[in-house]
T-cell receptor, first 113, second 112 residues
Framework: DAGVIQSPRHEVTEMGQEVTLRCKPISGHDYLFWYRQTMMRGLELLIYFNNNVPIDDSGMPEDRFSAKMPNASFSTLKIQPSEPRDSAVYFC???????????FGPGTRLTVT | DAKTTQPPSMDCAEGRAANLPCNHSTISGNEYVYWYRQIHSQGPQYIIHGLKNNETNEMASLIITEDRKSSTLILPHATLRDTAVYYCIVRLHTGANSKLTFGKGITLSVRP
């Protein structure tokens, strides 16, 4: 299995631009999580899905952030418009209710200038 | 989920055991202790978890005190590749079906 796949691995954009981060979970996993990591706040959950349905989006910072999961093999995290304070590493993770671990992708390093 | 306290850093010599402590004095009876680690520039990786009994797998051992207020992750023969940030997490669920709440973790440096 290829593991959790995230794209792009690095993204540099200018303030005000729209940014879309993508995630492909491990096949068969029914939970998908989006985390963000910054030096100031550490690793924090943004949102998670179960069977493509958002379960907890309380960590989404504001309306500029949105996440979708149109099918079991794909999810997006969109920031519109982006701001410099959105600069962070964004991780996607997947798992199943029958497993005890979450499998993390390699992350997308976002820099907003 | 209960809060955890870890020292900010520690080091150990390659080939020696690394004992990483974690305090979780407010843990409730049905909360599990999980350990994840994050090697530089990678996503976190699951290591081990337990409820009250000591646990061992191919990566590490987890020792939980009888009162469950603290635990120790043991890497029996640390290698340079074990240099990472190690997170101790206490959570209600045993499955992957809820969020992980990461603290600051402990940075382990393995020296040659």
């Amino acid at each position: 299995d290829a593991g959790v796949i995230q794209s792009p691995r690095h993204e540099v954009t200018e303030m005000g631009q729209e940014v879309t981060l993508r995630c492909k979970p491990i096949s068969g996993h029914d939970y998908l999580f989006w985390y963000r990591q910054t030096m100031m706040r550490g690793l924090e959950l943004l949102i998670y899905f179960n069977n493509n349905v958002p379960i907890d989006d309380s960590g989404m910072p504001e309306d500029r952030f949105s996440a979708k999961m149109p099918n079991a093999s794909f999810s997006t995290l969109k920031i519109q418009p982006s701001e410099p304070r959105d600069s962070a590493v964004y991780f996607c993770a997947s798992g199943t209710s029958g497993s005890y671990e979450q499998y993390f992708g390699p992350g997308t390093r976002l820099t907003v200038t | 989920d209960a809060k955890t306290t870890q020292p900010p850093s520690m080091d150990c010599a390659e080939g020696r055991a690394a004992n990483l402590p974690c305090n979780h004095s407010t843990i409730s009876g049905n909360e599990y202790v999980y350990w994840y680690r994050q090697i530089h520039s990678q996503g976190p990786q699951y290591i081990i978890h337990g409820l009250k009994n000591n646990e061992t797998n191919e990566m590490a051992s987890l020792i939980i005190t009888e009162d469950r207020k603290s635990s120790t992750l043991i890497l029996p023969h640390a290698t340079l590749r074990d240099t990472a940030v190690y997170y101790c997490i206490v959570r209600l669920h045993t499955g992957a079906n809820s969020k992980l709440t990461f603290g600051k973790g402990i940075t382990l440096s393995v020296r040659p």
